[in-house]
């Protein structure tokens, strides 16, 4: 028994924890009609009587009208809520009207006051009938209110304004009614209300314009048209475009001079502003090690140390001979592209490496167009005859040679890469794109060689003995490269030590490969003289 009254204590209890959430779960499906009419509640003897009652059902349902307390005699309408009745005597009679929508129900209470006729003509007074209102509702944003504001009830028919007031340094962004723009208006009526509203109005911080502008020569950012909120702050950065160039000024408001900065903050803002940067060209060299600026290339090498320093040349034509010489060992000459940066003297070499007098090591030469008349574009030359090496580890890259008499010279070259390098239209006889002697360790990759009369020509030295003087030929590749055009792609010249040319993965200009009457006479391509392993093509 105690056992059985323990489980049905769980289980009450269990019930009784459960229905709260069960009666959360299931809201009521149907609501009660709402009364909208006010009886009127003063009759004459032997006069009808009469009142409509009016409701409405939010759900929709149908509703029925009923009496459950009436004077004898008194009627209603179930379906239309018309109240008639006309009172045999004086007194108050108390009336219980109920509207049902089948489910739920509610009653409205009141009594009727009824009097006699007090005269020939005489009319009763009837209550005024109750006033039909409307609610608006004015609500406002941040920055700024709404007078009124809240819910404002209206009189139906009637005029309702209102007037939006700013708080500081904002303004009216929108004013929506009932949901939509009319506009940043500072005042808002309605007419002739019939209707529930709304409006919300919206307001936005003030804004100025910073017009930020840059000369040639560099960029200010941000630029153009910039947007700043009242009293904030706003930065500047100021940039030269390249190393070439420096901030020259920073004008504020035209009137303003901040000098050259790198950059400007415009603080609290409450108005307009202009801010204008300039920049003044450097110097067309740039000596990156030492940070100083040159317009000839050949001053920054002078002022180089050794180790060399890196020299950057800015685009355009450098109408001088540029030598380096070998107490500049490491040193970077970087122009700014073969298109665009071109050293071309009028007479004599371009660019010549002087090794002369001690050896030359680690230089590059990259970016640029070497043009010359009736010199070697580009030249590292050894005078001696001591079979050393006077120049080691040299690199060029982005490099154009188009025309002339010479190309490029190599003699006396340990240590040679050529990277993106092209040498055409060096079409004088018995001349070469490329003359070498005395090379070894050279690589020659991505380039082309096109229109000369020999695209690369390897040479014994000058007593016919290879190794001698300019030291020994050797380990000679030329890769993925263009040879077409050249009476003679590569001509390998030397006589009593053959050192084999490596050139394969090269184009020739056709695909049956370089012509080359002993090992290739089908070749259609650029011709290649004995001693050179063409192998793939």
Not at 69 to 85: N, R
Not at 225 to 234: K, L
Not at 322 to 336: E, H, N, R, S
């Amino acid at each position: 028994m105690k056992g059985m009254l323990n489980k049905k204590t769980l289980t009450l209890v269990f019930l009784l924890l459960l229905l709260p959430l069960l009666v959360g779960c299931f809201p009521p499906k149907n609501q009660a009609p709402i009364l909208t009419s006010t009886p009127i509640t003063l009759a004459e003897v032997d006069e009808l009587y009469t009142y409509n009652v009016d409701a409405t059902d939010p759900d929709g349902d149908a509703l029925t009208y009923s009496l459950d307390v009436k004077p004898s005699g008194m009627t209603i309408d179930s379906a239309t809520g018309l109240i008639e009745w006309t009172p045999a005597a004086e007194g108050d009679y108390d009336v219980v009207v109920k509207v049902s929508d089948e489910t739920l129900d509610i009653t409205q209470s009141f009594t009727i006051v009824v009097i006699e006729e007090e005269g020939p003509g005489w009319t009763p007074t009837p209550p005024a009938p109750p006033t039909k209102t409307y609610t608006i509702v004015a609500t406002a944003g941040p920055g700024g209110s709404i007078s009124p504001s809240g819910d404002v009830t209206v009189n139906k028919g009637a005029n309702q304004s209102f007037t939006m007031a700013l708080a500081a340094n904002y303004h009216i962004a929108d004013v929506l009614v009932d949901g939509a723009s009319v506009g940043a208006v500072p005042t808002y009526d309605f007419t002739n209300v019939t209707a529930d509203h709304t409006i919300h109005v919206t307001f936005a911080i003030d804004t100025y314009t910073i017009t930020a502008t840059a000369g040639s020569g560099g960029s200010i950012s941000p630029s153009g048209a910039v947007v700043v909120n009242h009293g904030a702050n706003r930065s500047f950065t100021i940039t030269p475009d390249s190393v070439f160039y420096g901030v020259q000024d920073v004008l504020v408001d035209g009137i303003n001079s901040m000098g050259p900065v790198s950059s400007y903050t415009f603080t609290s803002v409450t108005g307009n502003h202009t801010i204008l940067a300039s920049f003044i060209l450097l110097g067309r060299v740039y000596n990156e090690t030492k940070g100083t600026h040159h317009d000839i290339i050949q001053e920054a090498i002078n002022e180089a140390g050794n180790p060399g320093d890196t020299i950057h040349v800015m685009a355009g034509v450098y109408p001088e001979n540029v030598v380096i010489p070998f107490t500049k060992a490491g040193l970077q000459l970087i122009g700014a592209g073969s298109g665009v940066t071109s050293i071309a003297p009028v007479s004599g070499k371009a660019v010549a490496l002087g090794g002369n007098l001690g050896i030359i090591d680690g230089i590059r030469v990259q970016g640029f167009t070497l043009e010359t008349s009736n010199a070697y574009a580009f030249i590292a030359l050894s005078g001696t005859n001591n079979g050393t090496y006077y120049t080691t580890n040299l690199i060029l890259e982005d490099i154009v040679v188009d025309g002339g008499i010479y190309g490029i010279g190599l003699n006396a070259v340990n240590g040679v890469t050529f990277t993106d390098v092209h040498v055409s239209n060096v079409s004088i006889m018995g001349q070469g794109g490329i003359e070498m002697t005395g090379v070894f360790d050279f690589t020659f990759i991505d380039g082309s060689l096109e229109g000369n009369y020999f695209g690369i020509r390897l040479q014994g030295t000058d007593t016919g003995e290879v190794g001698q003087g300019y030291g020994v030929n050797g380990n000679i590749h030329i890769h993925d490269s263009v040879l077409t055009g050249n009476v003679t792609a590569i001509e390998n010249q030397y006589s009593t030590q053959q050192t084999i040319i490596d050139a394969t993965n090269n184009w020739w200009g056709d695909s049956s490969g370089p012509y080359n009457a002993t090992t290739n006479p089908d070749g259609l391509g650029n011709a290649v003289s004995n001693f050179v392993n063409y192998g793939t093509f």
